[in-house]
């Protein structure tokens, strides 16, 4: 395989980091310093660490990627360094569902406060998303390994 020809992904990964980099470091630091309703602050804080402490296995996910890019390019894609990625990118998307799980009862709270039931869906929308990934890179970590496994019997065999 061509060297380059997953430029185009990796430049999306790279794309998908650049603005949860920007609202890390300037939104959520905004949204600390100027609550909606400063009644009800204090419930925001827990939300706002969960959402900062959600940004690491992201960021693991998405090096996770980009390395997995860069074993295709070198046609290192049937490998046990491919699967081991895919078990790394399943497990951040894993602790990314957790930690949002965590923050969905004080998100509940917030939708009391604010009588917004819908702000609960939005809540779910990144717990739902995640699972999604990780039972995606756990199926693809699954068939990649059968297959390493059948090119091994093969190379044993010829």
Same mark, same amino acid.
């Given at each position: 395989?061509?060297?380059?020809?997953? #430029?185009?992904?990796?430049?999306?990964?790279?794309?998908?980091?650049? &603005?949860?980099?920007?609202?890390?470091? @300037?939104?959520?630091?905004? #949204?600390?310093? =100027?609550?909606? =309703?400063?009644?009800?602050?204090?419930? /925001?804080? &827990?939300?706002?660490?969960?959402?900062?402490?959600?940004?690491?296995? @992201? $960021?693991? *996910?998405?090096?996770?990627?980009?390395?997995?890019?860069?074993?295709?390019?070198? =046609? +290192?894609? @049937?490998? +046990?360094?491919?699967?081991? *990625?895919?078990?790394?990118?399943?497990?951040?998307?894993?602790? @990314?569902?957790? /930690? $949002?799980?965590?923050?969905?009862? $004080?998100?509940?709270?917030?939708?009391? /406060?604010?009588?917004?039931?819908?702000?609960?869906?939005?809540?779910?929308?990144?717990? $739902?998303?995640?699972?999604?990934?990780?039972?995606?890179? *756990?199926?693809?970590?699954?068939? /990649?390994? +059968? *297959?390493?496994?059948?090119?091994?019997? =093969?190379?044993?065999?010829?």
């Amino acid at each position: 395989m061509k060297r380059g020809s997953t #430029l185009f992904l990796k430049m999306a990964v790279i794309i998908m980091g650049i &603005p949860v980099l920007a609202i890390g470091i @300037f939104g959520l630091y905004w #949204l600390i310093r =100027n609550p909606a =309703n400063p009644d009800y602050a204090h419930i /925001l804080y &827990p939300i706002v660490i969960g959402m900062y402490l959600a940004v690491i296995p @992201f $960021f693991g *996910a998405l090096v996770q990627a980009f390395k997995l890019l860069s074993y295709i390019d070198r =046609n +290192e894609a @049937f490998s +046990e360094l491919s699967v081991k *990625a895919l078990k790394n990118i399943k497990m951040c998307a894993l602790i @990314f569902s957790g /930690l $949002f799980v965590a923050i969905l009862p $004080f998100v509940y709270v917030v939708a009391e /406060l604010d009588d917004a039931p819908g702000l609960i869906i939005i809540g779910m929308v990144p717990v $739902f998303a995640s699972l999604v990934i990780a039972v995606f890179a *756990a199926v693809l970590q699954r068939l /990649l390994q +059968e *297959a390493i496994n059948i090119k091994s019997e =093969n190379d044993l065999t010829v």
